[in-house]
């Protein structure tokens, strides 16, 4: 960018400085931009599936063996790997019946007891995610008809809810610095 001085000439305009807050934000959006894509794609290998199992069912009398388990994996991908960039856009399910008639102070402080309430129930989910990963593992747990191993979905949910942590920390410090601002 340029900007035009006093001595009426153009010069570069310096790079305004980055907090490392603002590069973590920029970090976090594209790590939930690149599982969300990843996502999409799990969404349109389920349509394929669909189709494909609708097709070999009522046309040719065959289904697609193991439809059901490949939906549920395939479930793994889409929900798990959007939870971040949904944080981002502020797209989750919110109820601001009473919120909208807050004072500004009220609101500050609301938004973030639930940013701060939220990072701790899904640094939880993470963890409990990540228990439940060893035990598939140790297991050796598989799905009961393609024999799928399952450690390897419970792996992308935890990828996935790891990203949402670091979502819900970009919002959570946004909010903080709200309330700093009075």
């Given at each position: 960018?340029?900007h035009?001085?006093?001595?009426?000439?153009?010069?570069?305009?310096?790079p305004?400085?980055?907090?490392?807050?603002q590069?973590?934000?920029?970090?976090?959006?594209i790590?939930?931009?690149?599982?969300t894509?990843?996502g999409?794609?799990?969404?349109?290998?389920?349509?394929?599936?669909?189709?494909?199992d609708?097709?070999?069912?009522?046309?040719?009398?065959?289904?697609?063996t193991?439809t059901?388990?490949?939906?549920?994996?395939s479930?793994?991908?889409?929900?798990?790997l959007?939870?971040?960039?949904?944080?981002h856009?502020?797209?989750?399910?919110?109820?601001?019946?009473a919120y909208n008639y807050?004072p500004?102070w009220?609101?500050?402080?609301?938004?973030?007891?639930?940013?701060?309430?939220?990072?701790?129930?899904?640094?939880?989910?993470?963890?409990?995610?990540y228990?439940?990963?060893?035990r598939?593992?140790d297991?050796?747990?598989?799905?009961?008809?393609l024999?799928?191993p399952?450690?390897?979905?419970?792996?992308?949910?935890l990828?996935?809810t790891?990203?949402?942590?670091?979502?819900?920390i970009?919002?959570f410090?946004?909010?903080?610095?709200k309330m700093?601002k009075?």
């Amino acid at each position: 960018p340029v900007h035009f001085d006093s001595e009426h000439a153009f010069r570069p305009r310096a790079p305004e400085p980055v907090s490392r807050m603002q590069r973590v934000e920029h970090l976090s959006l594209i790590i939930n931009r690149l599982l969300t894509h990843i996502g999409s794609i799990g969404l349109a290998l389920l349509m394929f599936l669909t189709v494909a199992d609708v097709f070999g069912r009522y046309l040719l009398n065959r289904p697609v063996t193991g439809t059901f388990e490949l939906t549920e994996m395939s479930m793994v991908l889409i929900v798990f790997l959007a939870l971040g960039l949904a944080q981002h856009h502020n797209e989750h399910i919110s109820l601001d019946l009473a919120y909208n008639y807050f004072p500004s102070w009220l609101k500050k402080a609301t938004d973030l007891s639930v940013d701060l309430i939220n990072l701790v129930v899904v640094i939880a989910m993470t963890w409990q995610l990540y228990n439940y990963f060893v035990r598939m593992v140790d297991g050796n747990y598989t799905t009961a008809v393609l024999q799928l191993p399952l450690y390897p979905f419970v792996i992308v949910a935890l990828a996935g809810t790891a990203a949402y942590v670091l979502a819900i920390i970009c919002d959570f410090g946004k909010s903080f610095r709200k309330m700093g601002k009075g």
